[in-house]
C-alpha cells in the first residue's frame, strides 16, 4: 500500500503532549547529562523507519525520541499497558505491546502495521540492555522485521548512557552522553533474495541482517573520538 505524503505527514506528527514531554526531557537530559546528538540529519523526516540502536541504559528510548522532530514508537511489554498512570503515558505516547521478549506473531504484526503506516520504531537489536555497557550480538529478530517490511534502516548508538543509568545502578548520575544516528541502511538485495530462497537460507538472511546491522552501530563513534 502506498500512502500519500499527508498521511506519511500525519504518521511522523507529533501531539501536543509528546512534544511537550521531549521538549522537558531533552533540556534536563541537556543539563544533566551534557546531551550531544551527531547524524540527526540521517534520520528521514516522514515515512517509515527502523531506528536500530545499542541498549545500554533505561535512557535510550526517551533519549532517542526527546532529540527527534517527528513521533517516534517504541516497543513495550504488554503488562506495562495495564498500569493504571504508566499504561494511559505509554499508550498516549504510541508505544507497541509486545511479549516480554518482543517476539511472538503479535508482536511482529503490530511493529509491521505501524510501519505501514508510515511510523518510525525504535528496535534494540541486542533483545535487552547489555549487563556490561558492550555492544552485544544481535539477535535474528530485527532481521526478520526489516525483510518483512521496506523501511530504511537507520544505525544508533549511545555512549554514555550505560555510566550514567546503568544496570548497576540504582539512580541516574550526572555522566555525559551522546547520541550518534547514522546513513540508513538498505536491504533491497537480501529482501528480493528472501522472496524465493528456502527456508534454510531465509534465516541465514535473517541473521546477516542482524549483524550487518549491529556491525553498524558498532562503527559509529562520537565525532571526538573517530580515529583515536
Same mark, same amino acid.
Given at each position: 500500500m502506498n500512502l500519500a505524503e499527508s498521511d506519511l505527514v500525519a504518521a511522523a506528527r507529533r501531539p501536543f503532549h509528546y512534544r511537550l514531554y521531549s521538549w522537558i526531557f531533552r533540556n534536563l537530559s541537556r543539563i544533566y547529562f551534557r546531551l550531544r546528538v551527531e547524524g540527526r540529519e540521517h534520520v528521514p523526516r516522514i515515512g517509515p523507519a527502523v531506528l536500530a540502536s545499542n541498549h545500554i541504559s533505561f535512557l535510550d528510548p526517551p533519549l532517542i525520541g526527546c532529540v527527534l522532530e517527528r513521533s517516534i514508537h517504541f516497543l513495550a511489554r504488554k503488562s506495562l499497558f495495564s498500569a493504571p498512570v504508566l499504561g494511559a503515558l505509554i499508550r498516549s505516547l504510541r508505544a507497541v505491546p509486545v511479549d516480554r521478549d518482543g517476539g511472538g506473531g503479535a508482536g511482529l504484526k503490530a511493529i509491521l502495521d505501524r510501519l505501514a503506516d /508510515? $511510523? $518510525?520504531?525504535?528496535?534494540?537489536?541486542? /533483545?535487552?540492555?547489555? $549487563?556490561? /555497557?558492550? !555492544?552485544?550480538?544481535?539477535?535474528? /529478530?530485527?532481521?526478520?522485521? +526489516? !525483510?518483512?517490511?521496506? $523501511?530504511?534502516?537507520?544505525? +544508533?548508538?549511545?555512549?554514555g548512557a550505560f555510566e550514567a543509568w546503568g544496570r548497576h545502578h540504582r539512580f541516574p548520575r550526572p555522566r555525559p552522553i551522546t547520541l550518534i544516528f547514522g546513513a540508513p541502511l538498505s536491504f533491497e538485495a537480501l529482501r528480493a533474495e528472501a522472496a524465493t530462497c528456502d527456508k534454510a537460507r531465509l534465516k541465514e538472511i535473517y541473521q546477516q541482517v542482524a549483524d550487518e546491522i549491529m556491525e553498524a552501530i558498532r562503527n559509529l563513534e562520537p565525532a571526538g573520538r573517530k580515529g583515536s
Amino acid at each position: 500500500m502506498n500512502l500519500a505524503e499527508s498521511d506519511l505527514v500525519a504518521a511522523a506528527r507529533r501531539p501536543f503532549h509528546y512534544r511537550l514531554y521531549s521538549w522537558i526531557f531533552r533540556n534536563l537530559s541537556r543539563i544533566y547529562f551534557r546531551l550531544r546528538v551527531e547524524g540527526r540529519e540521517h534520520v528521514p523526516r516522514i515515512g517509515p523507519a527502523v531506528l536500530a540502536s545499542n541498549h545500554i541504559s533505561f535512557l535510550d528510548p526517551p533519549l532517542i525520541g526527546c532529540v527527534l522532530e517527528r513521533s517516534i514508537h517504541f516497543l513495550a511489554r504488554k503488562s506495562l499497558f495495564s498500569a493504571p498512570v504508566l499504561g494511559a503515558l505509554i499508550r498516549s505516547l504510541r508505544a507497541v505491546p509486545v511479549d516480554r521478549d518482543g517476539g511472538g506473531g503479535a508482536g511482529l504484526k503490530a511493529i509491521l502495521d505501524r510501519l505501514a503506516d /508510515g $511510523a $518510525a520504531i525504535v528496535l534494540f537489536p541486542e /533483545g535487552t540492555r547489555s $549487563a556490561d /555497557g558492550q !555492544i552485544m550480538p544481535a539477535r535474528a /529478530g530485527i532481521g526478520l522485521t +526489516v !525483510i518483512k517490511s521496506t $523501511a530504511p534502516v537507520v544505525p +544508533v548508538r549511545i555512549v554514555g548512557a550505560f555510566e550514567a543509568w546503568g544496570r548497576h545502578h540504582r539512580f541516574p548520575r550526572p555522566r555525559p552522553i551522546t547520541l550518534i544516528f547514522g546513513a540508513p541502511l538498505s536491504f533491497e538485495a537480501l529482501r528480493a533474495e528472501a522472496a524465493t530462497c528456502d527456508k534454510a537460507r531465509l534465516k541465514e538472511i535473517y541473521q546477516q541482517v542482524a549483524d550487518e546491522i549491529m556491525e553498524a552501530i558498532r562503527n559509529l563513534e562520537p565525532a571526538g573520538r573517530k580515529g583515536s
